[in-house]
């Protein structure tokens, strides 16, 4: 038995994501209110910047006071699993904390739930930059009614940009999204000089 638990306690504190185990702490009619940390590992002070020493044995209304006026409802749904709902994933933005974290939570006891979690702030900005640059770009097109495309030569795969939808008088459900079909979307007396221009930039490169 006692092996067992030390070969658990090197695999929990040798985990790259954060780990906590938890009891959830219901009211007088059975709702969760509230949930106690049992357990945490090292990643989890690094991801969360929260010590072990001032969570463990607390409630999470204790160590982040501000839970329960967070927009997500973490209480509620981690309460969920911990009663016998299904293990979940999900992304999301932790307020008191400032950061973003992708979670798995699932229950192996009633009334008790363990988080597996990583942190992706970093990729979640690199997104939403990508988005407001992708806004941007559709946004200038359509001023300047300027299309353009791009071909993914090992898949044939072909994505136009709103604008060259507009441009074309087509929506994005009626066209194939293929070189052979922006060809027929080309002027027949124009198609033998688009093909070989774009014949001779792939040989080219």
Request: hydrophobic letters at 40%.
């Amino acid at each position: 038995m006692r092996h067992i638990k030390d070969t658990y306690r090197q695999l929990v504190d040798h985990l790259p994501d954060g780990f906590a185990r938890h009891q959830v702490v219901l009211d007088a009619d059975g709702n969760p209110v509230d949930y106690v940390f049992l357990d945490v590992n090292a990643a989890f002070e690094e991801l969360t910047g929260l010590r072990r020493e001032g969570t463990l044995g607390h409630r999470a209304t204790d160590v982040v006071p501000s839970i329960r006026q967070t927009a997500f409802d973490w209480i509620g749904t981690y309460g969920r699993v911990a009663l016998g709902g299904p293990s979940i994933r999900f992304e999301q933005f932790s307020e008191p904390l400032g950061r973003w974290y992708e979670v798995t939570v699932f229950s192996d006891q009633s009334g008790f739930f363990t988080t597996v979690f990583r942190e992706i702030t970093e990729r979640r900005r690199l997104q939403e930059v990508l988005r407001a640059s992708e806004l941007l770009l559709s946004r200038s097109q359509e001023i300047a009614h300027v299309g353009s495309w791009n071909l993914e030569l090992a898949t044939n795969r072909l994505t136009w940009s709103d604008e060259t939808f507009r441009i074309f008088g087509l929506q994005p459900q009626e066209f194939d999204a293929s070189y052979e079909a922006f060809l027929e979307a080309v002027h027949p007396g124009d198609r033998a000089a688009v093909n070989d221009a774009y014949a001779t930039s792939v040989r080219e490169g």
